[in-house]
């Protein structure tokens, strides 16, 4: 199941997922040029069994973007907006507020709910399994997400009342 800490981390990876598909075309490029004149060496197999898994992550990539892009399409319109403006934008909920006119507590409720109702949407698809697998096997969208985890959770502590 998606949660809202995956949700959030969707959210900031998103506008990463281009450049990084980009990076991995090019290391597949310089992969085969460089490495095919010494194939005698390495072995054809394992240069092919490289580029081929360097493919399929860029296949992942792609295909999270996807999936992400399918579940926003069923959000409200409210949702979509601030998922785009939080998705394209580094910025503040003091510039959210100002965006969208709201008192900050307003922003970050509408905030969190636009998540939760993300999370709800990629739940309710049939490629919640998939989406999952992806996210668990790469290392940089795990780090991002325990940063997530940490900073809500940190968060949470300082708003229990004494």
Known sequence: ??????????????????????????????????????????????????????????????????????AIATLSEKDKKILYIKMNYSISMAEICGIFNLKERTAFRRLERAFENLADAINASKYVGKLEKILNSEEWIINIRDEVKDRRQSYKLTQIPI
């Open 1 to 70: 199941m998606i949660d809202i800490y995956d949700a959030e981390t969707l959210i900031k990876i998103y506008k990463s997922l281009n450049k990084r598909c980009d990076a991995l075309d090019k290391f597949i490029e310089n992969h085969a040029y460089y490495f095919s004149s010494s194939c005698e060496e390495l072995g054809s197999y394992d240069v092919c069994n490289n580029i081929l898994d360097l493919m399929s992550r860029k296949n992942q990539l792609i295909n999270l973007k996807v999936i992400v892009d399918r």
